[in-house]
């Protein structure tokens, strides 16, 4: 057994109380002592984790997404800071015999901590770069809010995490524990891919809301960029779905089921087939031609400064000729872009309207996500 796996399921179980003004209600539970719901509250996350053993936590899905009310994506806690922490048991014991006697919050015990481990008598230790940062306080797709203070301490990084278990942020803290990370591990918890599961089609992010095509940013890939395109919802959708779980768009063009389904205005269909391949190629080769003709003109002015008539009259010549070709070029790219970003700007979301399945709008592929 993990011994990081361990101490992150004592923290996520761990009972951090109630709070006379939090919004928490009075939980209930089922005979096997698992957390039902709450009544006149939202309830506590250590409430809702109350009977939850680790394998339960480790069968958990690592990332889950639904397109019910726009593009949610979440990441399992447990298995996003499994991946991004090692418990270390020496750190941890240093920070215990230092809280023992506190009569400050744990917040501040964790700030003094740093401190603490520079100025101590016994063997001192050079401590930089430190931070703290409560994740609540920006952009986030984790299941839960975390606290955690970043350090380094002798060249390893190390984090003294917790985990609110109460009702909301205000409280309900678990008690600090404290784990080796690489530099700046917990800084990318706005990040996340969504992930066709029939083509190599994905999006990704790293601000929790714009979701850019392969990666790709700028005023050309817009149109590619999930967040744009229109989601249409269709009762019963998954029920078109193959064996795989995937939309049965053939490749020849749309089965007639699909231009039946409700919900889905005809103009749209025909580009649920349309394949942005070919649009991202366009983009290469012109921005490959850009590039040539800047070579081509940093050349030319180059050989300008060379006094010799008979040189400067081919020259000329040469810029007279690629600056033809640039214009002819860029009039032709700009018809192409104009008749893709038509196709594009058509492309739109099926989604299941009760599951809030989400399939992909060029291939009909099931959308995952993945931290």
């Known amino acids: 057994m993990s011994k990081t796996k361990q101490v992150l399921h004592e923290m996520l179980t761990e009972n951090t109380g109630t709070a006379l003004c939090d919004s928490g209600g009075y939980p209930k539970y089922d005979s096997a002592g698992r957390y039902a719901g709450s009544s006149q509250g939202y309830g506590r996350n250590w409430e809702r984790h109350a009977g939850l053993t680790l394998k339960d936590f480790e069968a958990m899905p690592d990332a889950l997404l639904s397109f019910k009310y726009g593009i949610e994506v979440t990441l399992n806690l447990f298995h996003w800071l499994a991946e991004r922490l090692e418990y270390n048991a020496d750190m941890d014991a240093k920070f215990q015999r230092f809280s023992k006697d506190s009569d400050d919050s744990y917040l501040c015990d964790m700030e ?70 690489d530099d700046y591990g917990l800084l990318d918890n706005a990040d996340a891919s ?64 699909q231009l039946l389904l409700p919900g889905i205005p005809p103009a749209t269909v025909p580009s649920l087939w349309y394949k942005p391949e070919n649009y991202e190629a366009f983009l290469l080769n012109l921005y490959e031609a850009e590039s040539c003709y800047r070579k081509v003109s940093w050349w030319c002015k180059a050989v300008a400064e060379i006094p010799d008539p008979v040189i400067q009259a081919e020259v000329d ?13 860029l009039e032709q790219a700009g018809r192409i872009m104009e008749n893709a970003l038509t196709h ?13 399945n989400g399939y992909c709008p060029w291939c009909g592929g099931r959308l995952v996500a993945a931290a």
């Open 194 to 257: 969504i992930i066709c599961s029939r083509d190599n089609h994905n999006w990704s992010t790293d601000d929790a809301y714009n979701w850019y095509w392969r990666g790709c940013c700028g005023t050309h890939y817009k149109s590619l960029q999930l967040n744009n395109m229109e989601i249409i919802k269709v009762d019963k959708l998954d029920q078109y779905a193959d064996a795989d779980g995937n939309l049965d768009f053939p490749v020849a063009g749309p089965d007639p089921r």
């Open 112 to 181: 003094g901590f740093t401190g603490w481990l520079h100025t101590k008598r016994r063997d001192p230790m050079e401590v930089s770069e430190e931070c703290t940062v409560n994740t609540y306080n920006g952009e986030d797709l984790l299941s839960q809010t975390i606290q955690y203070r970043y350090f380094v301490a002798e060249w390893q990084a190390y984090v003294l995490l917790q985990i609110p278990g109460g009702a909301d942020v205000r409280g309900g803290y678990t008690r600090p524990r404290a784990f080796e990370c």
């Open 317 to 329: 010549a040469h810029v007279a000729v690629t600056e033809g070709w640039r214009a002819w070029y």
């Open 344 to 356: 594009i700007a058509g492309a739109v979301i099926l989604v299941d309207s009760d599951s809030g």
